[in-house]
């Protein structure tokens, strides 16, 4: 069974920062987009960031542009979102997925998930 494996979360203040990071196995990391979804209580799922399978090219959801940016790292089969300026409204669960079909707000595999929470 494929695995996607997140670490990073945690408590932080309203402007600090988060690193968060996923590692996948090697079938799934070079071929599927990587992204980061998350959802927070009483919401809908909203998908964060993604980023092509070659790291060429990076999606944004409005909200987290020029906060947040997401990376990998194919040697280590590790995709990255780095979380700055980080506000409440950006507490949620936070889970790293993978797509076929990158631009898709759908996912093929996705982890377990991990709490982010911003204090005011």
């Known amino acids: 069974q494929e695995q996607l494996v997140e670490s990073g979360g945690g408590l932080v203040q309203t402007g600090g920062s988060l690193r968060l990071s996923c590692a996948a196995s090697d079938r799934i990391f070079r071929s599927y987009a990587m992204g980061w979804f998350r959802q927070a209580p009483g919401k809908e799922r909203e998908l964060v960031a993604q980023i092509k399978w070659s790291g060429g090219s990076a999606y944004y959801a409005d909200v987290v542009k020029g906060r947040f940016t997401i990376s990998r790292d194919n040697a280590k089969n590790t995709v990255y979102l780095q979380m700055n300026m980080m506000k409440p409204e950006d507490t949620a669960i936070y889970y790293c997925?993978?797509?076929?079909?990158?631009?898709?707000?759908?996912?093929?595999?996705r982890g377990q998930g991990t709490q982010v929470t911003v204090s005011s």
């Open positions: 997925t993978a797509t076929w079909d990158y631009g898709s707000h759908k996912y093929d595999y």
